[in-house]
Structure formats: C-alpha cells, structure tokens
C-alpha cells in the first residue's frame, strides 16, 4: 500500500499572486469618502452612463464608494450592516494633518466632532434635488446627556459594621 495522497497548495511562493489578492478589494478610505460627500455628491448620484462599470454607473453609493446593478440592490445595501458601519464610521471627523500634529505634541487635544449622516437620497429624490446633509451634533445635546439623570439608579445599601467582642 502507497501513502495517503496529501493535497498540494496550488500557488505556494507565488508572491505576485497575493500581491493582486491584497489590492483586489480596496476601497475608498474615509478621507477620500468624506471629501466626495461635502464637495461632489450630486454628481456622483447623478453620473453619465458608462458602459464598462456595474449598472452603467447609475447606481452608486457614495458612502461605501460601491456601483450596483439596479437601484432593487442598492436599496437592500442600505439595510446591511456594512453599509450601517459605514455610516456609523463617518460620523466622526476624518483624521486630518492637523491632528496628527496635535497628536504630536504640537497643539493642545480637540476631540474629533461628532456630525449626523444619513443615507443617501434614492436616484428620485436627488433628481427632485434632495442632497446628502453633513450637520455638525450640536455640542449642548452631549452636556445636557451628561447631567440627565438616569432611570435605572442603583439604590446602594450602608452596611452595618459588626461589633468586634
């Protein structure tokens, strides 16, 4: 009887290969996210008709920098939890030049403000004119959060010390 075959690893040392793996699926970072939201949106929503991209380029997100097929598959990515933690990473400020130079030790410590997002309007809504909003959080809502007292209080109990004999 011969040994057990074992299976071969196919692309072993094939360095160029992981190289293309690595890159493949890169996406737009925050900075980049946030630059397109603020200063072109509508024409991201509104591009002209390109063959060689997803849905002729009809359908894109500007948050996660994705195209899709049909405006069906880009109303069930707003509902994914990928699009949510999006939208949840771009409520704080992006990092800037600025704060890495505070970070350091040239400046004093802001913290980074926390802004609302919302999804993107449907490709209807931004023919009508309805824009992706980047509103600050006013900073009173954080204090008055703070100084609200909470439903749940622990009621703590004195314990009584034991007479030493």
């Known amino acids: 009887m011969g040994m ?3 299976r071969k690893k196919m692309h072993y040392g094939d360095t160029h290969l992981q190289r293309r793996w690595r890159v493949r699926n890169r996406r737009r970072d925050l900075d980049q996210i946030d630059d397109d939201m603020r200063t072109r949106s509508g024409e991201l929503i509104n ?3 390109d063959l060689d991209k997803p849905g002729f380029a009809q359908f894109y997100c500007v948050h996660c920098a994705k195209y899709f097929i049909d405006d069906r598959s880009m109303q069930a990515h707003f509902r994914t939890k990928v699009h949510k933690r999006r939208l949840k990473a771009l409520e704080t400020e992006p990092y800037s ?8 030790g040239r400046g ?16 209807d809504e931004a023919r009508a004119g309805k824009r992706i ?3 600050e959080k006013p900073e009173d809502s954080n204090a008055m ?6 439903t749940s ?4 109990r004195k314990r009584t010390k034991k007479m030493e004999t």
Do not use: G, W
């Open 4 to 6: 057990v075959q074992k």
């Open 47 to 49: 591009q002209n008709v």
């Open 97 to 104: 030049i600025e704060e890495s130079e505070r970070a350091a």
């Open 108 to 123: 004093s410590f802001k913290q980074p403000k926390k802004r609302v997002i919302e999804t993107q309007p449907s490709k």
């Open 133 to 135: 909003k980047v509103e």
């Open 145 to 150: 959060e703070e100084e609200a007292p909470t």
């Open 153 to 156: 209080t622990k009621v703590t």
